[in-house]
């Protein structure tokens, strides 16, 4: 019964550093003229070069109409661009403007930049052990088997 109150303070715990760091990160969107989603949609197809809105919905854990509003909005503001599959029209591809890439690089080191700033208040003995624990939520996180 132990292991579960443990498991469940972990649980809890989690949440709330995800939630703070959202609000951390949303302060860096917020300053290079984003939302928080935007910034979430950006961060995929700079990874994956060009997508389709369906596979991004699912990888944001969001619905097809949600993200193609987010695109449109990105879209408008010349962040990114839709091109239609030549095989099925239907299909819809999305990837980063090239005149925005540059742009990109800069909120990503901004980003970068903000992360590290919080983190160089930590001593390097809390540095260790936040990497350590990180690494063994990973690993947790990516086993098949987790009931997640």
């Known amino acids: 019964m132990e292991n579960l109150n443990e498991s469940t303070k972990v ?3 989690f949440q709330e ?3 703070l760091f959202k609000q951390s990160m949303s302060k860096v969107f917020e300053d290079s003229g984003i939302t928080a989603p935007q910034g979430m949609v950006l961060g995929f197809l700079s990874k ?3 997508i389709k809105i369906t596979e991004l919905s699912s990888k944001l854990s969001l619905p097809n109409s949600t993200v ?7 879209e408008k503001q010349g962040m990114v661009v839709r091109e239609r599959c030549e095989e099925d029209r239907r299909v819809v591809y999305v990837s980063i403007a090239p005149q925005f890439k ?4 800069n909120f990503r080191e901004k980003w970068k930049l903000n992360l590290e700033n919080m983190m160089f ?3 390097s003995e809390d540095l260790n052990d936040i990497y350590q624990g990180l690494n063994i939520l990973k690993k947790l996180l990516s ?6």
Do not use: C, F, W
């Open 121 to 123: 208040q930590s001593t």
């Open 143 to 148: 086993d098949p088997k987790s009931n997640l």
């Open 11 to 13: 649980a809890n715990l």
């Open 102 to 105: 540059e742009m990109h690089q």
């Open 17 to 19: 550093v995800i939630i």
């Open 48 to 50: 994956e070069n060009k």
């Open 68 to 74: 193609s509003g987010i695109v449109d909005r990105l």
